[in-house]
């Protein structure tokens, strides 16, 4: 038992039913198979919790919950990947992260046969399919299947970024959002494609990049039928039949669907140009705008189609040049039904009725 803490509580909390009856807490959410499970996991939120970091003051009702709590404050790291050498602090993150290499997900739902690691994933995923929204953020009135959803959508409408970069500086809104950044400041790329030896820091974007190989678009809109590979993708989609843009400018009350479309837009009040080409030195707003205008100096043409040989500068190039292979054409306009390619093309053409 050297190195590992037994905790009454982590045994039963992963024991969860796939398709059966769940028991909730009305507190965190947290679903359990049996009333028993529940009623036992509800003590912790009623317990005295005499238990006390004396790093950070943190009450705990359970020996073992604060000692695993202690690891944070030590950076203690026993728990090793024999594939890539990382450092867990306890075995079930170790068993979680080896999932990663093995791409191995036992969990899936019935419904939209989706994959997952986790018990605990797939039982939050099944809420997606209900109807039972009960959660409603108070701002814009969207509903949430679960309270840790509302509560990190609820991040979005705050200015508040509790979680700071200590080498940048950079702030966040979640945690999960600080500890993917930190990887970038690492040369660390701990997750290797093993059809194409790419190699990534995050395991959600090499899950994606995955995809890329498979073909699967798991990710179905239940409005038009299109599929994508990511949630996001979808979600991003879904806006555009729904209308709903959330993220408001305070100076213009100009609406985006997501929120990096809305910081680019606010330097267009601030007339920022914080981003300079050292041959031409022109000023660029977005430091992805620059990377594409410097490409000009430099003649590269990185993205080249696998059909043709074809190359571009730019990867929307080569994604509208794609198309005429398969001869997809994706903007329909929906009061005459005249279709394009390009999405400025349709965008102009849209204005014609409008009498614009």
Do not use: W
């Not at 993150?93 to 986790?118: A, M, S, W």
């Amino acid at each position: 038992m050297d190195g590992e803490v037994y905790c009454p509580e982590s045994s039963f909390v992963s024991t969860l039913v796939i398709g059966g009856k769940k028991h909730a807490c009305d507190q965190c959410d947290k679903t359990f198979a049996t009333s028993s499970q529940l009623k036992q996991h509800s003590v912790t939120h009623s317990e005295e919790k005499t238990l006390i970091c004396t790093v950070c003051q943190k009450g705990f009702n359970r020996l073992c919950n604060l000692q695993r709590h202690l690891l944070i404050h030590t950076g203690e790291k026993t728990h090793i990947c024999q594939l890539c050498k990382k450092g867990f602090r306890d075995s079930h993150e170790l068993n979680k992260h080896v999932l990663v290499h093995t791409g191995d997900r036992p969990y899936v739902c019935e419904i939209c046969n989706k994959g997952f690691r986790q018990a605990y994933d797939l039982n939050r995923h099944v809420m997606i399919h209900s109807d039972n929204k009960p959660h409603v953020c108070k701002v814009c009135n969207k509903g949430f299947a679960q309270v840790c959803n509302l509560k990190k959508h609820a991040l979005l409408h705050s200015k508040d970024k509790p979680y700071a970069c200590q080498i940048c500086s950079k702030g966040f809104h979640l945690k999960a959002g600080l500890d993917a950044h930190v990887l970038i400041h690492t040369e660390d790329k701990p997750y290797v494609c093993n059809v194409c030896q790419k190699a990534f820091r995050h395991p959600y974007n090499f899950n994606r990049h995955i995809l890329i190989h498979t073909g699967e678009k798991p990710h179905v809109c239940n409005t038009c039928g299109k599929s994508f590979r990511v949630t996001s993708s979808l979600n991003r989609h879904q806006m555009m039949h729904s209308g709903e843009k959330p993220h408001v400018c305070n100076v213009c009350n100009k609406g985006f669907r997501e929120k990096f479309a809305l910081n680019k837009h606010m330097l267009v009040h601030t007339g920022e140009k914080p981003h300079i080409c050292y041959m031409c030195f022109r000023h660029f707003r977005l430091k992805a705008d620059l990377k594409k205008h410097f490409s000009i100096h430099t003649g590269e043409k990185p993205y080249v189609c696998e059909v043709c040989g074809k190359a571009y500068r730019l990867l929307h190039s080569l994604k509208e040049h794609r198309l005429s292979h398969t001869g997809e054409i994706p903007f329909v306009c929906n009061i005459c039904n005249k279709g394009f390619v390009q999405k400025a093309n349709f965008v102009k053409h849209g204005q014609t009725h409008h009498g614009k």
